[in-house]
């Protein structure tokens, strides 16, 4: 497969990108604008307990969206020139987090406690999660894609952890809704499983993902 190494067509990948996770962060508050004609009738108290589940979603999203875009604009830094098949994973991507606006509304507006409202919200997380990780790898795979300075930055480990994270809190919040969405605070968890997953690595001769 060709690797191109045009300055201008990175730039317009990565802008191109760029430009798509700000429209789809913005998004994410045309709920709330909507609600807000109820800020007359109502006092602020009233009007978060109304609209509870549009705020919680709606912070909740944004973070996630803003931590996709730093880990996108980390792993693009690596890159020396690009390939079609690495175009196609980051427009994969970027189908994931155009669908998180929606997926927040849906969520919203179903109040909690359903599972398939939970697959649909936090599944569509997992896929942006492993389609990142397919990237990264890829990127340090591929000949000629990554910058030589940038290979001893790699590390791949820390992309499986989130990913398995992110899998366990799909799993909990579709067997246990009463949680919900709150099983995302397994995230918090990434740091440790990331350490553990390295030193298990190191002890494998084939552990080298960058």
Not at 25 to 53: C, K, N, Y
């Amino acid at each position: 497969m060709s690797v191109f190494r045009t300055e201008r067509g990175i730039d317009r990948l990565v802008n191109f990108s760029d430009a798509t996770v700000a429209i789809a962060i913005t998004l994410l508050i045309l709920p709330l604008v909507d609600a807000g004609s109820d800020v007359g009738r109502l006092t602020l108290g009233q009007f978060m307990d109304e609209h509870f589940w549009e705020v919680i979603a709606f912070v909740v999203s944004f973070v996630v969206i803003a931590r996709f875009w730093l880990v996108h604009h980390r792993v693009f830094d690596w890159l020396a020139a690009y390939t079609v098949p690495l175009l196609w994973l980051n427009f994969l991507w970027l189908a994931t987090i155009v669908f998180i606006p929606f997926t927040a509304n849906v969520l919203s507006s179903s109040e909690g406690q359903q599972p398939a409202v939970y697959a649909l919200y936090i599944g569509n997380m997992l896929i942006a999660t492993v389609t990142m990780q397919a990237m990264g790898m890829y990127i340090q795979r591929k000949p000629g894609v990554a910058l030589e300075e940038a290979l001893p930055a790699m590390d791949a480990t820390r992309g499986w952890s989130t990913s398995l994270l992110m899998a366990l809190a799909l799993v909990l919040a579709v067997t246990v809704p009463s949680v919900g969405m709150w099983w995302l605070f397994v995230l918090f968890l990434s740091e440790p499983v990331h350490r553990l997953l390295r030193a298990v690595f190191a002890r494998t001769p084939s552990g080298t993902d960058a």
